[in-house]
């Protein structure tokens, strides 16, 4: 790559020492076009997002120095608390099931099972569809009265539910149907929020169903043949095999589903409504809090910055988290 | 009893098939209905009228296209992503092809800041952005829809790896012989990379055909809007026009679906490919 050690007569340029400024400046010259639009549309808008964070903003403009008193604020703000545990419960319901359903879909699909390719095309049909399209499709799914989804339920002897408009917790709801008292607080996420996590779920299963169907056909095959012969059985096989082999995969499907249920926004947006967040204020989520907070009302965009780099912190750590513990027990073949 | 053993397996992969299918058939059985049709609570396990309607109607298409001005949406989106779909392969290629093959001082450390980028959700960007868009006069223009999507990291990333696979060798050869820079990575680097680009194209065009919170902060006119904050007032509305909203929703959704059937092993592949860095 050396170019300045070698003797050059075709090229003129390259016959000159290039120094390193030079270099550098030449390679700045290809990056540049790219560099100058992430530098200022995501470089200074983080860092801008940080420093406004120290301010008191109202309606966009700036009235005041703040320092850390409104991150201070967030502590007893309870919307900001009730968003967080309604993100919380959407990540923990969201991520291990999708992990399971996917895991279990991709193995199914890798059994050299015919027509794979169709379904491997219906399976991702969601993800590349809007998301726009697909709240208005489930809310759709879900009306209480007109949807399909009430219909299926009742077949298997289910009353009418209220889905999206439904505050109740599905703890609350299941012990009250089994004639159990149960604690409020342990009440569980409303319907409404469950609703919208199973609306997430169909959403993105199939992208987690690609990941790992491709990483399983890495697996060498030899592998299930020596086990096959060693007679060892399908579940044997796959907690020795397949699990071990898949983890990288299972490691990157893991952070990147919460990292992405983190930021759970637009369905929320548009599918819960009047006002957004609701029932009840039982789907919102924090995403939709920095929106209301920052554009919605009155453009507390200091506030909002507080929010955010709220959930930044918990992303960050979190991704750092995982790749700490988890890359430990990760195998890698 | 080969056969039969596998029964089980079938039967779940075609129920969860069924299960994501299932809503874009409602959609489009909606979407055919007369209002009147749309009032009947359905039954989930009759073909008709449920799921066939035993009166068809095209008018709901007509008339979600006119409900709100879809053909100046369309425009928009079709302009936005045709400009960044170019924008970002090129300025991916020329970023890509330095952080790959040029010898620099602070080409590591660059893009590994670059790429760090990424991990920011977009919730904390979001706002700072809109103020530097004001402050330079973009909100409520193509500039804003359009400009910030140019270049995208991890189109940069995708295609940097492309570009280390082939040898250095290629590089120092094409050199010798008298070839510029440029037209090594326009003659040699873009052909051999051909899957890697077509790949980044199609992220930009589902990314600009899908997107929709960038252009609901960004823009407040219907001059600019894009498809999917049209398609959203259908959302919003407490109306109970479904089958308008059906209709709109599948004149929406289709295009992608026309592509995505066509370029379906590309698209799948590409996103697979963007899993592999785990």
């Not at chain 2, 990291?153 to 510029?180: E, K, N, V």
């Not at chain 2, 259908?234 to 295009?255: D, I, K, R």
């Not at chain 2, 379906?264 to 592999?276: D, F, L, N, P």
Request: proline fraction near 6%; aromatic fraction near 16%.
């Amino acid at each position: 790559m050396d170019e300045a050690k070698r003797p050059q007569q075709s090229d003129r340029r390259l016959s000159r020492k290039p120094g390193k400024v030079r270099k550098f400046l030449y390679a700045m010259a290809y990056i540049a076009p790219a560099a100058v639009i992430i530098i200022v549309f995501r470089v200074i808008p983080i860092v801008a997002a940080f420093g406004v964070s120290f301010f008191y903003v109202m309606m966009g403009k700036i009235v005041g120095f703040s320092g850390l008193a409104q991150y201070g604020m967030l502590l007893s703000d309870s919307e900001f608390w009730l968003s967080l545990l309604n993100t919380t419960y959407f990540v923990i319901w969201t991520v291990p099931v999708s992990l399971f359903l996917s895991l279990i879909i991709a193995i199914l699909l890798n059994q050299k099972i015919r027509a794979l390719g169709v379904y491997r095309t219906i399976y991702f049909l969601p993800v590349v569809t809007s998301l726009v399209a697909v709240a208005i499709v489930w809310k759709w799914i879900y009306h209480p009265r007109l949807g399909l989804l009430n219909s299926f339920v009742g077949s298997l002897g289910i009353d009418p539910l209220m889905w999206l408009e439904e505050p109740k917790g599905v703890f609350s709801m299941l012990a009250a149907s089994a004639g159990i008292a149960w604690p409020k607080w342990l009440g569980g996420p409303s319907l409404a929020l469950v609703a919208i996590i199973i609306t997430n779920l169909w959403r993105g299963l199939g992208y987690n169903i690609i990941i790992f169907l491709a990483g399983l056909q890495n697996i060498p095959v030899e592998y299930y043949e020596a086990a096959r012969i060693d007679g060892a059985g399908r579940v044997q096989t796959f907690w020795k095999i397949t699990w071990p082999l898949i983890s990288p995969t299972t490691f990157y499907v893991v952070i990147m589903t919460t990292i992405v249920s983190f930021q759970v926004f637009t369905l929320v947006y548009l599918m819960t409504g009047s006002p957004v967040g609701g029932p009840l204020g039982t789907t919102k989520v924090l995403v939709y809090y920095i929106f209301e907070k920052g554009f919605e009302s009155g453009g507390d965009m200091g506030y909002a910055s507080c929010v955010a780099l709220v959930l930044f912190v918990i992303v960050l750590s979190l991704t750092l988290f995982q790749r700490k513990v988890i890359e430990k027990r990760v195998h890698y073949s | 009893m080969k056969y039969l053993r596998r029964i089980p397996i079938h039967l779940i992969i075609v129920i969860g098939a069924i299960t994501m299918i299932l809503p874009f058939i409602w959609m489009l059985s909606t979407s055919f209905k007369t209002p009147q049709a749309t009032f009947i609570p359905p039954n989930f396990f009759e073909l008709r009228p449920t799921w066939i309607p035993d009166e068809v109607i095209l008018t709901n298409y007509v008339e979600a296209w006119h409900e709100v001005p879809f053909p100046r949406y369309f425009l928009n989106t079709i302009i936005m992503a045709g400009c960044i779909v170019a924008g970002v392969l090129v300025t991916s290629s020329l970023a890509a092809y330095a952080f790959a093959k040029f010898d620099f001082w602070g080409r590591e450390t660059i893009f590994v800041f670059f790429l760090s980028m990424m991990i920011v959700p977009q919730a904390v960007y979001l706002v700072p952005s809109f103020i530097i868009l004001s402050g330079l006069g973009w909100v409520d223009t193509y500039l804003a829809l359009i400009v910030p999507w140019l270049a995208q990291i991890f189109s940069i990333f995708l295609l940097r790896q492309q570009f280390r696979t082939i040898p250095d060798d290629y590089y120092d050869a094409a050199l010798i012989d008298g070839c510029s820079r440029l037209g090594f990575l326009w003659r040699v680097l873009v052909p051999l990379s051909k899957p890697t680009l077509i790949t980044i194209g199609l992220f930009a065009l589902l990314g600009s055909w899908n997107t929709f919170i960038w252009p609901l902060i960004m823009t407040n006119s219907d001059k600019l809007r894009p498809i999917q904050v049209g398609l959203s007032y259908f959302a919003q509305e407490q109306g109970t026009e479904y089958g308008l909203m059906m209709a709109a929703a599948t004149f929406c959704v289709t295009p992608v679906i026309i592509i995505y059937f066509i370029a379906q092993r590309q698209v799948i592949e590409s996103y697979a490919k963007s899993g592999i860095k785990g």
